[in-house]
């Protein structure tokens, strides 16, 4: 008799599972890429009660006989179908499809092997595309987590970007920094050193904070017209601290600065990141966002903060990038992707092509399209949630009864000695 009050207890203990996940679901109806969940019942325990038996010639058989325990918590899916589109700020993303976003720490040395599947699940993934860029230039979401992607590193004749292979944190690029008096101005790089320039003019992009100490291979201070060594460069500067006009070293400001964006676009069919520079209109290619898709992504983990991660259930993570980009990608130490034939393929550091038919490929980003100036809703149908209340709370009242019921009857069968 008190295995009926057992089996409604774990009935009860059930529902009050499922309606936990309905109200998180309600809870969330308006939280930007939320995805819904589902909750699966399956019958729990059981005990034989007569074991069931085949045919003879003479008599016929008969069935087990067996009495259950109640039911349990079988699964808790995610519905990972993409839902609607909602307009917002220009940088918003949006992924069409079964795609994620990767974030994670910006330390740009621990840098991702695209091809090492322990590596890429140290990334976190996302579905919200709330991005903007932060005051130390990386590309970051609205919980300040980096978004990673791969950076530009050059352009081809033809002014098409090469890409570096790389997934890293996206950051603004940075440009040279040199502190004058002049109102305009332009450097004149690249001349011979034996027939200099008899004026330099020099245009500045960017506003200067502080001066810049240049150095010869000697170590020795060089101004004025020494500055036409030609071996004085802004890659000699990056070693080098600002300093005032005694030379003191000032602050930890690294003498490169950012390069003054006048306006950021998103392209919508390859997620590449174009600037628009102030006072030159100039545009430059930034990067390009990096998508993650998985092999079951109905089997990915919440971690908070609409993150997920890339667990047991998931399957493998590939990186790509979008619109059909991702499929011509492979992996090469230290190389670059740059257009040829309308499309990324892969090139060593001096720009010539490389053979990568051993080599790992980054995968296609398949359908997944991009969406930009807006963000993906919550896909919970408020409608579905509260109709999946109302049968979770009879049913949770059932089981009460039957408790009831049970104690009534255990009442009985004690009263029955008075």
């Not at 016929?60 to 899916?77: R, T, W």
Request: with cysteine; aromatic share 6%.
């Amino acid at each position: 008799m008190t295995g009926a009050m057992y089996a409604a207890i774990a009935g009860m203990k059930t529902h009050m599972n499922k309606l936990s996940v309905i109200g998180n679901n309600i809870a969330n109806v308006n939280t930007n890429g939320y995805k819904t969940q589902r909750t699966v019942f399956r019958d729990a325990l059981y005990t034989m009660y007569s074991s069931g038996s085949d045919g003879t010639a003479t008599v016929g058989g008969k069935n087990p006989a067996q009495i259950g325990y109640g039911s349990q918590v079988a699964s808790i899916d995610l519905n990972m179908t993409t839902s609607n589109f909602a307009p917002g700020n220009p940088m918003d993303c949006m992924l069409y499809g079964d795609g994620f976003f990767l974030v994670g720490d910006k330390d740009v040395a621990n840098v991702i092997d695209p091809t090492d599947p322990s590596s890429l699940k140290s990334l976190t993934l996302t579905r919200v595309g709330d991005f903007q860029f932060g005051p130390d230039g990386y590309l970051v979401d609205g919980n300040g987590s980096t978004v990673y992607g791969f950076l530009t590193v050059g352009t081809d004749p033809d002014g098409k970007p090469i890409v570096s292979d790389q997934l890293v944190p996206i950051r603004l690029p940075r440009v040279e920094s040199v502190a004058v008096n002049t109102e305009t101005g332009e450097i004149i790089e690249n001349f011979d050193p034996d027939n200099p320039p008899a004026d330099i003019e020099w245009e500045y992009r960017t506003i200067v904070r502080y001066p810049v100490a240049a150095k010869d291979d000697q170590g020795a201070p060089v101004s004025g017209s020494d500055l036409l060594n030609p071996d004085v460069t802004s890659s000699r500067l990056e070693d080098y601290w600002p300093v005032d006009d005694q030379g003191n070293k000032v602050g930890d400001t690294n003498p490169l600065a950012f390069a003054q964006i006048d306006s950021i676009t998103i392209d919508r069919a390859s997620g590449q990141i174009t600037a628009t520079l102030k006072d030159t209109d100039e545009q430059i290619s930034i990067g390009f966002l990096a998508v993650g898709n998985v092999t079951n992504p109905n089997g990915v983990s919440h971690t908070g903060e609409s993150y997920y991660s890339c667990g047991a259930g998931a399957g493998d993570l590939q990186v790509s990038m979008l619109g059909g980009i991702g499929s011509t990608l492979k992996t090469v130490g230290g190389g670059m992707l740059e257009h040829v034939n309308g499309s990324l393929a892969p090139v060593d550091a001096n720009g010539d092509p490389v053979d990568l038919s051993d080599k790992a490929r980054i995968g296609s980003a398949g359908t997944t399209k991009l969406y930009t100036g807006g963000l993906e809703t919550s896909n919970v149908d408020l409608a579905t949630e509260i109709s999946e209340m109302i049968t979770t709370q009879r049913g949770y009242q059932a089981n009460t009864r039957i408790v009831t019921v049970t104690d009534s009857m255990l009442e009985e069968l004690v009263n029955m000695k008075r």
